[in-house]
Every structure is written in structure tokens, then in C-alpha cells.
């Protein structure tokens, strides 16, 4: 990668797969943006850009690299795979680039400052990091499971499929409202008919939705 690609991404702005951020942030904060990408599709969190996508790069690569590996040590499970490149901007700032793929060890968490028992998993939509839904991390340990899963259509199921024939989409709130069922019930049926390829789920900035898998509008 030259200093024009890093020109020409920067001026693109922040996105599903890209950050910036002018140096490396505090630990637990840089943690959350990569593990928000290994959960989701992948990214590149770019060091050297300031907030207003001005490429400024960074003096000591070395020692930004060094708190890069001691955050992702220290606050990340299960480790995440990841890459650095350094690009050189002037004779005595490079930019950093940290390549994160979609992670086949999903999901992954961001371990809490006081204790490894305090730990919440992130993801990426839009240009935030979220944590993530009860349902999105069940979806996400399951994902290769490659279990046959099997249900029964009960009337609740059968309500939820004339409700999103209907009107298209649900979140778990709106469930269990509509169905008259807790909130982790109707994250349950709606998990299980996921991972039976009955319905998809979306992550969205006003919270996460399931659609009909055949009509993902």
C-alpha cells in the first residue's frame, strides 16, 4: 500500500470496514474496534488520520505497534488474527494499517478492565462498533455448528410468520410485545428460526431485525 491509497481511503471516510483514528487509542477502546470487525465482515482500522480524514501519520510506529499488541493481548478472546503494514507518509511519519478479517472463531470479546468474567462482544454497522445483541452472539457461536436445527411450527411461530409476511421485518422487542411472550423467548424462536434458514438477521443502528429469509427487503 503507497501513501496515495492511504489518500485515497481516507478520503472515502469511515465505513463498515474502515476507522481511523489520528493515534492509538486506550486499550479496551482499540480492542473494541477490532474485535467489532473480526465479528462482522472484516476491516482496516487506519493509525494516522486525524477526525477530519487529514492523513497526519505517527512518529513512533514502533511504539504504536507495541500498545496495538499489548491491548489485543490483554483485552481481546479468543485472540484475533490480525496484520500490520506501515506506509510512509513523510521521511518521519508512517500511517499504520491493521487488516482485520471476518473471524472463523467468532465471536469474539472485549475482556473488562476489572475481571475476564466481565466481558461483552462488539460489532460493526455503519461506522460504529456496537456491543452486540444476546441474539447476534448466539448466532454467531453457532454459525458453523453445523447442527440440523429442528422446530415444531407452534402458534406463536405460526403468528410470527403472517406478521412478517405482512409487515416484513420484526426486532425482539416488537415480538415479544406482539406475541405476548418475554423478551428472551422471542429472541429464542427467533434465533432458532434463523439457524434453521427460515429467517435472516440484520444488524441495524436502531437495533437488530429478522426478515423472512426469502424476502430480505
Known amino acids: 500500500m503507497t501513501a496515495a ?21 486506550e486499550p479496551p477502546r482499540l480492542a473494541k474496534e477490532i474485535i467489532a470487525f473480526a465479528n462482522t465482515d472484516g476491516g482496516r482500522l487506519i493509525i494516522g488520520i486525524d477526525d477530519d480524514g487529514n492523513v497526519v501519520g505517527v512518529k513512533d510506529a514502533d511504539e504504536e505497534e507495541f500498545a496495538l499488541r499489548n491491548a489485543l493481548e490483554a483485552h481481546c478472546t479468543p485472540k484475533i488474527k490480525w496484520r500490520t503494514e506501515r506506509v510512509e507518509i513523510t521521511r518521519k511519519r508512517d500511517v499504520i494499517v491493521i487488516a482485520v478479517p471476518r473471524s472463523k472463531l467468532r465471536p469474539h470479546f472485549l475482556i473488562g478492565k476489572d475481571s475476564q468474567h466481565d466481558k461483552m462482544a462488539y460489532v460493526r454497522v455503519g461506522d460504529r462498533s456496537l456491543e452486540a445483541t444476546r441474539e447476534a452472539v448466539e448466532l454467531m457461536a453457532t454459525a458453523d455448528s453445523g447442527e440440523d436445527v429442528q422446530f415444531e411450527f407452534r402458534e406463536v411461530e405460526l403468528r410470527l410468520m403472517k406478521y412478517l409476511e405482512q409487515y416484513g421485518r ?9 406475541a405476548n411472550i418475554s423478551e428472551e423467548e422471542a429472541g429464542q424462536v ?24 426469502y424476502d430480505q427487503s
Open 170 to 178: 420484526i426486532g425482539v422487542n416488537s415480538f415479544s410485545r406482539f
Open 5 to 25: 491509497d492511504i489518500e485515497r481511503l481516507a478520503g472515502r471516510g469511515e465505513g463498515q470496514t474502515l476507522e481511523f483514528k489520528q493515534r492509538t487509542p
Open 190 to 213: 427467533l434465533v432458532t428460526l434463523t439457524r434453521a434458514d427460515v429467517l435472516a438477521h440484520h444488524l441495524d443502528l436502531e437495533g437488530d431485525y429478522f426478515t423472512l429469509l
